[in-house]
């Protein structure tokens, strides 16, 4: 498996407080995205990142913003977590863009009560 | 933008059952495609992918899927499934060129012993 993580794995949070969601790798990899997982909508992108301090919005940015001071961190924060929220939050590298696979972290269940 | 398709969000099958799983994506230039799976509670993982060349593309545990570009599909088979194979099937697709993938919403595989 490639050297991803995410912390925490589990975090319960109430409405309306900020939320940071910690993506690592070892792989020296230029890419990286975040993803939430929800069912019956499948895989959804929230935004991604092709180096240090470079990040781009995806399909549903709204409400979260990133960022990227190292290559091997990736930092997803809700500024103000709403119950829509609640979701299963990816994170996933690339060696490049385009035909490279991307690898997947275990996931961090967020529950926004 | 890209989108993608999958046919069916639940099938249930017998062990031994032949599988096919749909795929169907819109968009009009080259693409790369992916099946990724995700097996109860664990992150996704690659089965098979294709880029180009040989439209028959073969992956892991026995799986494999065709690329048939005047249908815009690229569905997964196996000829024999296993109770192992229970698991949720995501397809995806990139634009070449582009850093991002879109995926379907998902088909789960209920195989039963």
């Known amino acids: 498996d490639a050297g991803i993580t995410q912390s925490p794995r589990h975090k319960v949070t109430e409405t309306g407080t900020p939320v940071t969601l910690r993506c690592h790798q070892t792989e020296n990899h230029r890419y990286m995205y975040w993803y939430r997982q929800d069912p019956g909508h499948g895989l959804r992108l929230i935004h991604y990142?092709?180096?240090?301090?470079?990040?781009d919005k995806g399909e549903v940015s709204d409400g979260y913003s990133v960022s990227r001071s190292k290559t091997e961190d990736f930092l997803l924060t809700l500024e103000s977590a709403t119950s829509s929220q609640t979701s299963v939050y990816f994170c996933a590298i690339s060696e490049s863009q385009s035909s490279y696979e991307q690898y997947f972290g275990p996931g961090t269940r967020l529950t926004v009560t | 933008a890209q989108s993608v398709s999958q046919h069916n969000h639940h099938v249930i099958l017998s062990e031994a059952a032949s599988l096919e799983l749909g795929c169907n994506y819109s968009y009009g230039g080259t693409v790369n495609l992916f099946w990724y799976v995700q097996y109860p509670g664990q992150h996704l993982q690659l089965l098979l992918k294709?880029?180009?060349?040989?439209?028959l593309v073969k992956g892991i545990k026995g799986f494999e899927a065709e690329f048939i570009k005047s249908k815009f599909s690229f569905n997964l088979r196996k000829p024999s499934v296993q109770w192992s194979d229970t698991a949720e099937y995501f397809c995806a697709v990139n634009a070449s060129g582009y850093s991002t993938l879109t995926f379907g919403k998902g088909t789960m595989l209920l195989v039963s012993p």
């Open positions: 990142s092709y180096g240090v301090k470079d990040t």
């Open positions: 294709y880029f180009s060349g040989d439209p």
